[in-house]
């Protein structure tokens, strides 16, 4: 199987294929239904309430009860039992709509954009993405973008020179349709309640396209029998991945103690 990336690629492709080969080609190469997950869902509708506002849809006194109402339609899916157990459904729901009842928006910057969506070229390839938000500083004229997660302050911290990078290959788009890379990259830590941000650096810059490219590469001169290698990890492949329903470690009880890494890979059709 050649060309793997002729119709797109994206930031999330790129990170899975490389978190776990076998999940990229279930989702992406086979094509299987992806499944869902409780986190995921809530952080749908919180993009979806920030896009409202930041698009003059929705008044900032109706985040907070858009926000209730909906999370019972939006959020079906179960939290891990250990959670649901400790009542953490309604502690997401109170915590994110205390940050709703608390938002002021970005005060000093003009939305230049919301939910931006973009097509550029890595390694020859389409390369799309969605900018949550684009910010002009009124008083220097500096852009800032802006990405929403609902990742906990601790999860961030873990992988958050990875998660700049979506940032940083998102700027490409900016500087194409703008002439200027953006000043600072941010990302709202919603369930938090905090922003994390950093000064676009243009070494940072290159050492993600580099990445990215890279990784297309890769990906493109891969044969069929690589995709079978799975890289398992408890609490992401049952609760959160994609293809949990479909991967033998989607199960809990495939993730003994000491058991070898690609013990349980499946045999090529």
Not at 9 to 15: G, H, R, V
Not at 98 to 109: C, K, L, W
Not at 114 to 139: K, T, Y
């Amino acid at each position: 199987m050649n060309d793997l990336c002729a119709n797109h690629m994206s930031f999330s492709q790129l990170t899975l294929a490389e978190q776990c080969p076998y999940a990229y080609y279930l989702t992406h190469i086979v094509g299987i239904q992806h499944k869902d997950n409780a986190f995921a869902q809530a952080g749908s509708l919180v993009h979806r309430i920030l896009a409202g506002w930041a698009k003059g849809e929705i008044a900032v006194p109706e985040m907070p009860m858009i926000w209730i109402a909906g999370y019972p339609e939006y959020v079906t899916e179960c939290f891990p039992p250990y959670l649901e157990a400790k009542g953490y459904r309604q502690k997401l729901q109170d915590s994110i709509t205390a940050y709703f009842q608390a938002f002021t928006g970005f005060p000093g910057f003009e939305i230049i954009g919301a939910e931006q969506s973009f097509s550029s070229a890595m390694a020859g390839e389409p390369f799309v993405g969605v900018i949550d938000l684009i910010l002009r500083d009124r008083q220097t004229g500096d852009y800032v973008l802006v990405d929403h997660k609902s990742s906990s302050l601790s999860s961030f911290r873990r992988s958050r020179q990875a998660m700049y990078r979506q940032l940083l290959l998102y700027s490409k788009y900016l500087a194409d349709h703008y002439g200027k890379f953006p000043a600072k990259l941010r990302f709202n830590l919603f369930r938090e309640g905090i922003m994390d941000e950093q000064s676009f650096r243009a070494e940072d810059y290159v050492e993600a396209v580099q990445w990215a490219e890279d990784g297309i590469r890769r990906m493109n001169g891969r044969e069929l029998p690589d995709w079978f290698e799975l890289r398992p990890e408890q609490f992401y492949c049952t609760q959160l991945c994609a293809a949990r329903g479909e991967c033998p470690y989607g199960c809990w009880q495939n993730h003994q103690k000491g058991s070898e890494r690609n013990e349980q890979q499946p045999v090529p059709a």
